[in-house]
C-alpha cells in the first residue's frame, strides 16, 4: 500500500503532547473519518467514554463518571499532581456526578438502575455509603442525568432522560418529596446563587426549562438551540451559558431577563451546518474567556464574553477525539476526550489476546466470556490538561485545528473531482447518473469478506466468509471496482444507520447507545425511533423532500409496513420486509423487482432507492435456524440477483448503485476495526478498477448528494472525498450475471455445542440486540473451530502519504 501508513503510539500517564507548530504537523493523526488530532498539553488515561467531571470546591479534588459500553467506572483525581488516585467500577453509570461542599462525598447518578448514590471520600478513595432510590420498579425507564445537591436545605434535584422528570428528593430522609414532569428528556441541572432557581436544559425540547423552588413550579420555558446539554452558571449569576450541540452553538441567557441575549457560533465557520457537536462550557478564573468542547471538531473554541453582546472568538485548541466535557483550574483547562486518541491501538491484535481488555472464552462444555474486547469497549479517554494558551499559542493552536479539518465552507459548494468525470465537482451541476440505488447490510470487515483477494489489502486468515461463501460480492469487487481502503463513520448499528443515512449521529445517540449495548438497559433509539437522536435537518431523504429530488426506501428506516419518520410516509414500500432474520433476503429480492417493476412501467423509478438487505448479521448457531452460511449466501445472493436485474433494465447505463455495510462491529480486520466493504456498479463504473483511496461513509453519501444535486447535509459529507474516482465518462456493457450459490440456502444449524446454547439465549428480534464481540467471537469458533484462536480487532491511526490518485491508476 502506497497512501497510509499505520501508526501506533501507547499512551502512560500524564504523556506530553505536541505545542509548537512543528511538533503539532509532525505527530498529526488522522482518524479513519478523514479528520485528524494534534491534541496539545498532557495526557492522562480516563476510562470508557468519560461524559462529566466534576471539581471539589477547594479545586484538590476532581471526579469523572465513565460511561460506556464495556466497564464504567468513576475515578479520582488528585489535581495538584494530576494522576488518578483512584478508581472503583459502578455497574451502572451516567453522566450526573457532584461532589459535597465539605469534598468528604460524592454524589453520581447510576443511571438506568434508577437511583442516586453517594459514595464517602476517606483518604482520597471511594466508598459506597448511600443510595437514592428514584423508582423500586425494575422495568420502570427513569434514568438519572444531571443532579444538583443543596445542602443547606438538605434537598436533591435530579433529571432524568427516560421518563422525563424532575425528581426533589430529601437528603436526610431519601423521600422523593415531588416528581415533576419535563415535556422531554433533561440532560443537565443548575440551581442559582440564590437557591430559588432551577434551569434544566431540556435535551429532547429545545429549551431551557426554569423551576421555580419555592413556588415548586416549572416557569416560562426558555427556548435556545438544538439539542441543549451541558449548562454553566456565572458567579454573580446573571448569566447562564447553554451548549447546544446540534447548533454549534451556546446561548447565552441574561437571568434576570430569562432570555437569551447572545448567541456563540461555537463551529470553525459561519453558517456551518451541524457537525460541531457543541456539548461543554467553562469560564476562566476572571470569567472573560469562555471555552466550548465541540465534540465533532475535536477542539475547544475559545471566546471573549468581557462584554457580554460583544463576544468575540479568540480561536481553537485541538484536543483529543470528540471532546465531551470542560473545566477550568487556576490556569490550567482540564478536557475530557470521550474517545481519546484512535493511535490507542490494540498491540496484541491480529493475535490472540489475553489482557483485561480481552475476550477469552472458557473451552469446554459451557462458553463464557471472562473479559471484554470489542469495538465499542475499545476507545478509552483521555483527559487533556492544557496550560492557558496566550495570544500567539492559541494562533498556533487555532492553525492547528483548521488544518485538522476537511471541512470548510468552500467544500460545500465544490468537491474534489475531475473535469467530465460523472460525479459533478459543483453542487447543481448536471450529471449523466439519474438513477442512484443505496443498499445497506449489517456489520462485516472487510476481511471477513474480501480478504481473500490478493489484489487488494487483505488478510486472509481473518476471512470468514470468503468466494465460496460469497461470490457475486467477489464478482462485484473484481468486476467493477475493488475499495480496500473504505471505513465506516459509525461503531454499531445503532449509530450506524443513522450515519448511513444524515452523515452524522447526534450527541444524544452518542452518548446513550454505549449503556445499551453494554447491557445496561435504555432503548434502541436510531432509525427514526425517538425524536431526539434525529438529526437536526433529518436523513437523505428529508434532504431529497428539501431539494426536489424524488425517492422511496424499501426496508431501511421502515418496518412492518410502517416508516419511522414523516419524510417516508408515502414514499415507502409497504410490502417490503424491514429487519426480520425470518424473512430471506432473496425474497426481499423478489418484493423490491415487483415494485420496482411497477414503477419502471409508467417512469416513476425515483432518483434515489434506499435498499435494506440485512441477512449478513446472520443468527450464529442458534438451533433450527439458517446456519450462518445460509445467510450470508442468501445476502450475497439477493445483491448478485439486485445487481444483474439492475443492469438488464432500460435504466442501467444512468444508473448508479453504492452498496455499504451500516457499521463494521467487532469483525477482525488487520487495518481498522472501521474498515468495511463498499460495492459501486452501474453503467458508467469502472471495470476491474482497484482504488485505494480512503472512503468513508459519509464519500458515498457525499457522492450520491453530488449526483442528485443536492449540498451536504453536514460537515461530515461536504469534508468526504467523493468517490469520483470509480467513475468513467464512457458506458460499459452490462455483463453482470449473478452467480448462484453453491450453498444451500435453508441450510439448517443442528449442531449441539456451547456456541448453540449461547446462540439460542439471543434476542435476535432486532439488529444488535445480542451482545455483538460475543456474537463474533461465536461465528469465528463456528467457522474456524476451536483450535484457531480469535483475533482481537485493531485500533489504528492512519496517515495519508499521497493524496493524489491519478484517474486511470489502477495498479496495487
Given at each position: 500500500?502506497?497512501?497510509?501508513?499505520?501508526?501506533?503510539?501507547?499512551?502512560?500517564?500524564?504523556?506530553?503532547?505536541?505545542?509548537?507548530?512543528?511538533?503539532?504537523?509532525?505527530?498529526?493523526?488522522?482518524?479513519?473519518?478523514?479528520?485528524?488530532?494534534?491534541?496539545?498539553?498532557?495526557?492522562?488515561?480516563?476510562?470508557?467514554?468519560?461524559?462529566?467531571?466534576?471539581?471539589?470546591?477547594?479545586?484538590?479534588?476532581?471526579?469523572?463518571?465513565?460511561?460506556?459500553?464495556?466497564?464504567?467506572?468513576?475515578?479520582?483525581?488528585?489535581?495538584?499532581?494530576?494522576?488518578?488516585?483512584?478508581?472503583?467500577?459502578?455497574?451502572?453509570?451516567?453522566?450526573?456526578?457532584?461532589?459535597?461542599?465539605?469534598?468528604?462525598?460524592?454524589?453520581?447518578?447510576?443511571?438506568?438502575?434508577?437511583?442516586?448514590?453517594?459514595?464517602?471520600?476517606?483518604?482520597?478513595?471511594?466508598?459506597?455509603?448511600?443510595?437514592?432510590?428514584?423508582?423500586?420498579?425494575?422495568?420502570?425507564?427513569?434514568?438519572?442525568?444531571?443532579?444538583?445537591?443543596?445542602?443547606?436545605?438538605?434537598?436533591?434535584?435530579?433529571?432524568?432522560?427516560?421518563?422525563?422528570?424532575?425528581?426533589?428528593?430529601?437528603?436526610?430522609?431519601?423521600?422523593?418529596?415531588?416528581?415533576?414532569?419535563?415535556?422531554?428528556?433533561?440532560?443537565?441541572?443548575?440551581?442559582?446563587?440564590?437557591?430559588?432557581?432551577?434551569?434544566?436544559?431540556?435535551?429532547?425540547?429545545?429549551?431551557?426549562?426554569?423551576?421555580?423552588?419555592?413556588?415548586?413550579?416549572?416557569?416560562?420555558?426558555?427556548?435556545?438551540?438544538?439539542?441543549?446539554?451541558?449548562?454553566?452558571?456565572?458567579?454573580?449569576?446573571?448569566?447562564?451559558?447553554?451548549?447546544?450541540?446540534?447548533?454549534?452553538?451556546?446561548?447565552?441567557?441574561?437571568?434576570?431577563?430569562?432570555?437569551?441575549?447572545?448567541?456563540?457560533?461555537?463551529?470553525?465557520?459561519?453558517?456551518?451546518?451541524?457537525?460541531?457537536?457543541?456539548?461543554?462550557?467553562?469560564?476562566?478564573?476572571?470569567?472573560?474567556?469562555?471555552?466550548?468542547?465541540?465534540?465533532?471538531?475535536?477542539?475547544?473554541?475559545?471566546?471573549?464574553?468581557?462584554?457580554?453582546?460583544?463576544?468575540?472568538?479568540?480561536?481553537?485548541?485541538?484536543?483529543?477525539?470528540?471532546?465531551?466535557?470542560?473545566?477550568?483550574?487556576?490556569?490550567?483547562?482540564?478536557?475530557?476526550?470521550?474517545?481519546?486518541?484512535?493511535?490507542?491501538?490494540?498491540?496484541?491484535?491480529?493475535?490472540?489476546?489475553?489482557?483485561?481488555?480481552?475476550?477469552?472464552?472458557?473451552?469446554?462444555?459451557?462458553?463464557?466470556?471472562?473479559?471484554?474486547?470489542?469495538?465499542?469497549?475499545?476507545?478509552?479517554?483521555?483527559?487533556?490538561?492544557?496550560?492557558?494558551?496566550?495570544?500567539?499559542?492559541?494562533?498556533?493552536?487555532?492553525?492547528?485545528?483548521?488544518?485538522?479539518?476537511?471541512?470548510?465552507?468552500?467544500?460545500?459548494?465544490?468537491?474534489?473531482?475531475?473535469?467530465?468525470?460523472?460525479?459533478?465537482?459543483?453542487?447543481?451541476?448536471?450529471?449523466?447518473?439519474?438513477?442512484?440505488?443505496?443498499?445497506?447490510?449489517?456489520?462485516?470487515?472487510?476481511?471477513?469478506?474480501?480478504?481473500?483477494?490478493?489484489?487488494?489489502?487483505?488478510?486472509?486468515?481473518?476471512?470468514?466468509?470468503?468466494?465460496?461463501?460469497?461470490?457475486?460480492?467477489?464478482?462485484?469487487?473484481?468486476?467493477?471496482?475493488?475499495?480496500?481502503?473504505?471505513?465506516?463513520?459509525?461503531?454499531?448499528?445503532?449509530?450506524?444507520?443513522?450515519?448511513?443515512?444524515?452523515?452524522?449521529?447526534?450527541?444524544?445517540?452518542?452518548?446513550?447507545?454505549?449503556?445499551?449495548?453494554?447491557?445496561?438497559?435504555?432503548?434502541?433509539?436510531?432509525?427514526?425511533?425517538?425524536?431526539?437522536?434525529?438529526?437536526?435537518?433529518?436523513?437523505?431523504?428529508?434532504?431529497?423532500?428539501?431539494?426536489?429530488?424524488?425517492?422511496?426506501?424499501?426496508?431501511?428506516?421502515?418496518?412492518?409496513?410502517?416508516?419511522?419518520?414523516?419524510?417516508?410516509?408515502?414514499?415507502?414500500?409497504?410490502?417490503?420486509?424491514?429487519?426480520?432474520?425470518n424473512v430471506k433476503d432473496t425474497t426481499r429480492f423478489a418484493q423490491w423487482k415487483h415494485d420496482f417493476?411497477?414503477?419502471?412501467?409508467?417512469?416513476?423509478?425515483?432518483?434515489?432507492?434506499?435498499?435494506?438487505?440485512?441477512?449478513?448479521?446472520?443468527?450464529?448457531?442458534?438451533?433450527?435456524?439458517?446456519?450462518?452460511?445460509?445467510?450470508?449466501?442468501?445476502?450475497?445472493?439477493?445483491?448478485?440477483?439486485?445487481?444483474?436485474?439492475?443492469?438488464?433494465?432500460?435504466?442501467?447505463?444512468?444508473?448508479?448503485?453504492?452498496?455499504?455495510?451500516?457499521?463494521?462491529?467487532?469483525?477482525?480486520?488487520?487495518?481498522?476495526?472501521?474498515?468495511?466493504?463498499?460495492?459501486?456498479?452501474?453503467?458508467?463504473?469502472?471495470?476491474?478498477?482497484?482504488?485505494?483511496?480512503?472512503?468513508?461513509?459519509?464519500?458515498?453519501?457525499?457522492?450520491?448528494?453530488?449526483?442528485?444535486?443536492?449540498?451536504?447535509?453536514?460537515?461530515?459529507?461536504?469534508?468526504?472525498?467523493?468517490?469520483?474516482?470509480?467513475?468513467?465518462?464512457?458506458?460499459?456493457?452490462?455483463?453482470?450475471?449473478?452467480?448462484?450459490?453453491?450453498?444451500?440456502?435453508?441450510?439448517?444449524?443442528?449442531?449441539?455445542?456451547?456456541?448453540?446454547r449461547l446462540s439460542d439465549s439471543y434476542n435476535f428480534a432486532k439488529e444488535d440486540a445480542v451482545p455483538?464481540?460475543?456474537?463474533?467471537?461465536?461465528?469465528?469458533?463456528?467457522?474456524?473451530?476451536?483450535?484457531?484462536?480469535?483475533?482481537?480487532?485493531?485500533?489504528?491511526?492512519?496517515?495519508?502519504?499521497?493524496?493524489?490518485?491519478?484517474?486511470?491508476?489502477?495498479?496495487?
Amino acid at each position: 500500500m502506497k497512501y497510509i501508513i499505520l501508526l501506533y503510539i501507547t499512551f502512560f500517564c500524564c504523556k506530553a503532547q505536541a505545542q509548537t507548530a512543528a511538533d503539532l504537523k509532525a505527530s498529526r493523526i488522522t482518524l479513519p473519518n478523514g479528520w485528524s488530532l494534534t491534541p496539545v498539553g498532557t495526557s492522562l488515561p480516563l476510562g470508557d467514554l468519560p461524559l462529566n467531571m466534576a471539581v471539589s470546591k477547594s479545586g484538590k479534588l476532581m471526579a469523572v463518571t465513565n460511561n460506556g459500553q464495556s466497564t464504567q467506572t468513576i475515578q479520582l483525581i488528585a489535581v495538584q499532581q494530576q494522576k488518578v488516585i483512584d478508581e472503583i467500577v459502578i455497574p451502572k453509570s451516567w453522566y450526573g456526578l457532584q461532589f459535597a461542599q465539605n469534598e468528604q462525598s460524592l454524589y453520581v447518578s447510576a443511571g438506568n438502575d434508577n437511583r442516586i448514590l453517594k459514595y464517602a471520600i476517606v483518604q482520597n478513595k471511594l466508598q459506597l455509603a448511600d443510595s437514592f432510590l428514584l423508582s423500586n420498579n425494575k422495568k420502570e425507564l427513569v434514568s438519572p442525568a444531571g443532579l444538583v445537591v443543596d445542602e443547606k436545605s438538605e434537598t436533591m434535584y435530579v433529571v432524568t432522560k427516560e421518563d422525563n422528570s424532575l425528581y426533589i428528593i430529601n437528603i436526610a430522609t431519601k423521600q422523593i418529596i415531588k416528581k415533576v414532569s419535563l415535556p422531554a428528556e433533561a440532560y443537565a441541572c443548575v440551581l442559582n446563587k440564590q437557591r430559588t432557581i432551577l434551569y434544566i436544559s431540556c435535551w429532547g425540547c429545545d429549551k431551557v426549562l426554569p423551576f421555580d423552588v419555592q413556588q415548586q413550579t416549572l416557569l416560562s420555558p426558555i427556548p435556545v438551540g438544538d439539542n441543549p446539554n451541558e449548562m454553566l452558571l456565572s458567579k454573580n449569576g446573571k448569566w447562564l451559558y447553554v451548549a447546544n450541540a446540534n447548533d454549534n452553538s451556546v446561548s447565552i441567557i441574561n437571568t434576570q431577563q430569562q432570555k437569551v441575549v447572545e448567541v456563540l457560533n461555537a463551529a470553525l465557520y459561519p453558517n456551518a451546518p451541524s457537525g460541531s457537536t457543541t456539548n461543554g462550557v467553562a469560564l476562566s478564573a476572571d470569567e472573560k474567556t469562555l471555552y466550548i468542547a465541540n465534540a465533532d471538531n475535536n477542539c475547544l473554541a475559545v471566546f471573549d464574553v468581557t462584554t457580554i453582546g460583544k463576544s468575540f472568538s479568540k480561536g481553537f485548541i485541538p484536543v483529543g477525539w470528540y471532546p465531551t466535557n470542560v473545566k477550568v483550574i487556576g490556569k490550567k483547562i482540564w478536557v475530557t476526550n470521550g474517545k481519546g486518541l484512535s493511535s490507542s491501538a490494540n498491540p496484541y491484535g491480529p493475535s490472540p489476546i489475553r489482557s483485561r481488555e480481552a475476550v477469552i472464552y472458557q473451552q469446554g462444555d459451557t462458553a463464557k466470556p471472562i473479559g471484554v474486547q470489542y469495538i465499542a469497549g475499545l476507545f478509552k479517554g483521555t483527559m487533556s490538561i492544557i496550560n492557558t494558551p496566550n495570544a500567539a499559542q492559541l494562533a498556533t493552536y487555532s492553525k492547528a485545528v483548521y488544518e485538522n479539518t476537511p471541512y470548510s465552507k468552500a467544500k460545500e459548494t465544490n468537491a474534489d473531482g475531475m473535469f467530465g468525470n460523472p460525479i459533478p465537482t459543483k453542487v447543481g451541476a448536471a450529471s449523466p447518473i439519474k438513477y442512484v440505488f443505496y443498499v445497506i447490510k449489517e456489520n462485516r470487515t472487510y476481511d471477513q469478506i474480501l480478504g481473500d483477494l490478493k489484489q487488494g489489502n487483505g488478510d486472509s486468515s481473518l476471512v470468514l466468509f470468503g468466494e465460496k461463501y460469497t461470490p457475486n460480492q467477489h464478482q462485484l469487487a473484481t468486476s467493477f471496482v475493488l475499495l480496500d481502503n473504505f471505513y465506516v463513520d459509525a461503531e454499531v448499528s445503532a449509530d450506524g444507520h443513522n450515519w448511513s443515512m444524515g452523515a452524522y449521529a447526534t450527541d444524544y445517540l452518542e452518548k446513550t447507545w454505549p449503556t445499551n449495548y453494554g447491557g445496561r438497559g435504555g432503548r434502541y433509539d436510531a432509525e427514526g425511533n425517538r425524536s431526539v437522536a434525529n438529526n437536526k435537518a433529518g436523513f437523505i431523504w428529508d434532504h431529497c423532500k428539501r431539494n426536489n429530488v424524488t425517492y422511496r426506501t424499501y426496508g431501511e428506516f421502515a418496518d412492518n409496513g410502517k416508516a419511522n419518520i414523516p419524510a417516508l410516509q408515502f414514499n415507502m414500500c409497504a410490502q417490503y420486509e424491514g429487519y426480520n432474520m425470518n424473512v430471506k433476503d432473496t425474497t426481499r429480492f423478489a418484493q423490491w423487482k415487483h415494485d420496482f417493476d411497477s414503477l419502471l412501467a409508467i417512469n416513476k423509478v425515483p432518483q434515489l432507492s434506499t435498499v435494506r438487505f440485512g441477512n449478513d448479521h446472520t443468527e450464529g448457531l442458534r438451533k433450527g435456524k439458517p446456519s450462518p452460511f445460509a445467510h450470508i449466501a442468501d445476502n450475497d445472493y439477493a445483491v448478485g440477483l439486485f445487481i444483474e436485474y439492475l443492469s438488464k433494465s432500460p435504466i442501467w447505463n444512468e444508473t448508479a448503485v453504492f452498496i455499504v455495510e451500516d457499521d463494521a462491529q467487532n469483525g477482525a480486520d488487520h487495518v481498522d476495526a472501521h474498515r468495511s466493504t463498499a460495492y459501486v456498479a452501474g453503467g458508467l463504473v469502472k471495470r476491474n478498477f482497484v482504488d485505494h483511496t480512503m472512503y468513508s461513509t459519509s464519500s458515498v453519501l457525499r457522492t450520491i448528494e453530488l449526483i442528485t444535486g443536492m449540498p451536504p447535509m453536514t460537515q461530515y459529507d461536504a469534508a468526504a472525498m467523493p468517490m469520483w474516482r470509480c467513475f468513467q465518462a464512457t458506458t460499459t456493457p452490462a455483463n453482470f450475471t449473478a452467480i448462484t450459490p453453491n450453498i444451500d440456502l435453508n441450510q439448517k444449524n443442528t449442531v449441539l455445542n456451547q456456541w448453540q446454547r449461547l446462540s439460542d439465549s439471543y434476542n435476535f428480534a432486532k439488529e444488535d440486540a445480542v451482545p455483538d464481540l460475543e456474537f463474533n467471537q461465536l461465528l469465528w469458533y463456528a467457522i474456524k473451530g476451536d483450535a484457531v484462536p480469535f483475533p482481537g480487532p485493531k485500533r489504528a491511526a492512519f496517515i495519508k502519504m499521497n493524496p493524489k490518485q491519478d484517474d486511470d491508476d489502477d495498479d496495487d
